[in-house]
Structures are given as structure tokens and as C-alpha cells.
């Protein structure tokens, strides 16, 4: 069922962008790719571990330099957002105190992230949390008028806390990449991204590509790390592309949260219709009776 309703959104929306000169293709293959019909996506240098969730020809790099000439076409949000990061880091410093406004994710990304790590999530599966942006509607404010490309991951304030890290891993995905604003970092903090290992600085943006496996470190023996982390769709993608990967999570998220009840799935009753009259001889032959 999931899949006929992807395919049927798949065809409005590339219908749509036909139009304006896009395709769709390289989604089409990470349909294939994420049901298992094609080989699994091998990664391209040290550390790289994208999944089955997969585009193909995307650049991948460990690290990205996001406020820089050369990326600023690529970026245009960037260097604004650093411009203005005294904003969130005043709004942030005021709610500091109240630690109870952390809050771990769930038993599995705890096991990854493990128990020094916490967040505040003002977005998650591309859902605002209104409760959470009004403690920071300047952040909230400054973050939508920037235009950003916003991801279907989302966006958190994240803790460190003293003497702990998030353990190795990869997150698969190699169309999303992940800014972290630098808001309070002891001496000493480091994130590491395939085989790089790079600090965070106040008000600025380390960038990566968490499809290599990455992992970080707090080593202070009494302050805690803390950052912005912004979830973006990686530059190479074009408009019906992000179009398309937002509709598939969407409806999965949907899906999962059971806002879309099951049915039979399209192909199967297509199936009966054909060899039963509408499932009329079916029922005759069962007696009868409903599924």
C-alpha cells in the first residue's frame, strides 16, 4: 500500500514539474533502492556509509565549507545566519538555566547518541513544534526568514553533556546534510566526519555529510557543549527532486503514525477484479462470506 501511494504522488509531481523542465529519475531509483530492487549504494571514500536511502550522484564530502565564496550560490543562507547569530545566542542564553527543556530521544538513539546527549527540538519530521518555538520565536523568526532548505530530519538545540560523546555511526541518508551553530563549546570539543576531525566556534558553522560515519566528544570535566542543529537538503537536489523525497517522508511519517489507515493494496484488487468480476466469484466460492 505504501509504495502504490508513493508511485501515484511520484506521477502528480513529476506531471507538475515536467512542465518546467525537471525530472524526477534519480527519486524514481531511490525507490528502487530503498525497496531493495537494485544494489545497495557503495560509499565513496573513507567512512562513507550511505544506505538503501539513497540518490544517486549526489557530492559527497565529509565536511562542507558553507560560508565561503565559492559555496555561496550553493548556500546563499549561511553567512546570514552567521551574521546573525548573536540573536539566537542571546534568546538561547536566557533559557539556559532551565535544564528540564532537554530531552532525550528514544531508547534506540540513546543507545547511538547516548546518555550525555539531549536536545530541544523546535522541528522534527518537518513539523514545527509550536510549544517549543514560542521559548524561542526570535530563533524561530530568524530561522524561517532565512529561507532555508529544511530537511525532513529537523532542527534542535543539542547538549553535550561534560565527559561524553556520541559513539560512531552513520545516518545513511546521503541527501541531507547538517549545520552545526556553535552556542557554548568548552576547550577541547571535536565532531569527527569520515576520517577529518574538525571543533565547533561560537557563532559559526561546521557543516557535514552524517552519511560518513561520524561521532563527537565533550572531554571538559564540568561544561557542557552546545549547538544549533539545522537538517538540510543537500544543494545538488533540485526543486521536483525535494519535492518528491518531502511527499515520500511525509506520507511515511503518516504511515507509521497511523493517520493513514491500511488497506488492500491497489494491485491486489486489481488482480481479483480481473480474474473474479469484482470479487464477485471469490465470495461465491468462499460462500459468500467477507475478508
Avoid at 525530472?23 to 531509483?29: H, K, L, S, V
Avoid at 542564553?93 to 546527549?117: H, I, P
Wanted: charge should be negative.
Amino acid at each position: 500500500q505504501f509504495w502504490e501511494d508513493v508511485e501515484e504522488g511520484l506521477n502528480d509531481i513529476e506531471s507538475y514539474h515536467a512542465a518546467r523542465g525537471q525530472d524526477i529519475d534519480r527519486i524514481r531509483q531511490f525507490g528502487k533502492s530503498a525497496r531493495g530492487e537494485v544494489d545497495e549504494p557503495k560509499g565513496e571514500g573513507p567512512g562513507h556509509q550511505p544506505s538503501e536511502e539513497h540518490v544517486d550522484g549526489l557530492t559527497a564530502s565529509p565536511f562542507w565549507d558553507v560560508v565561503s565564496e565559492e559555496n555561496e550560490e550553493m548556500f546563499p543562507w549561511a553567512k546570514s545566519l552567521e551574521d546573525k547569530a548573536d540573536v539566537i545566542l542571546e534568546e538561547f542564553e536566557t533559557r539556559l538555566a532551565e535544564q528540564q527543556m532537554f530531552a532525550s530521544d528514544s531508547a534506540w538513539q540513546n543507545q547511538v547518541m547516548g546518555k550525555g546527549w539531549s536536545a530541544i527540538r523546535l522541528q522534527r519530521l518537518g513539523i514545527w513544534n509550536e510549544d517549543n518555538c514560542k521559548l524561542f520565536p526570535k530563533t524561530y523568526e530568524l530561522l524561517r526568514s532565512l529561507n532555508i532548505p529544511l530537511a525532513v530530519r529537523g532542527v534542535c538545540f543539542a547538549r553535550q553533556a561534560p565527559n561524553s560523546g556520541v559513539q560512531p555511526h552513520s545516518d545513511g541518508r546521503n541527501f541531507i546534510l547538517t549545520s552545526h551553530l556553535g552556542l557554548r563549546i568548552p576547550e577541547g570539543c571535536w565532531i569527527q566526519s569520515g576520517e577529518e576531525r574538525r571543533g565547533w566556534d561560537v557563532g559559526k558553522l561546521t557543516t557535514l555529510d552524517t552519511s560518513f560515519e561520524h561521532s563527537t566528544l565533550n572531554p571538559s570535566a564540568d561544561q557542557e557543549r552546545h549547538v544549533l542543529i539545522i537538517d538540510f537538503w543537500h544543494p545538488e537536489l533540485s526543486e521536483a527532486e525535494r519535492a518528491a523525497l518531502e511527499f515520500v517522508y511525509d506520507l511515511r511519517n503518516k504511515f507509521e503514525s497511523g493517520q493513514i489507515p491500511p488497506r488492500r493494496p491497489k494491485r491486489l484488487l486489481q488482480q481479483e477484479q480481473e480474474a473474479g468480476f469484482g470479487g464477485f466469484w471469490k465470495k461465491l466460492t468462499a460462500g459468500g462470506g467477507d475478508e
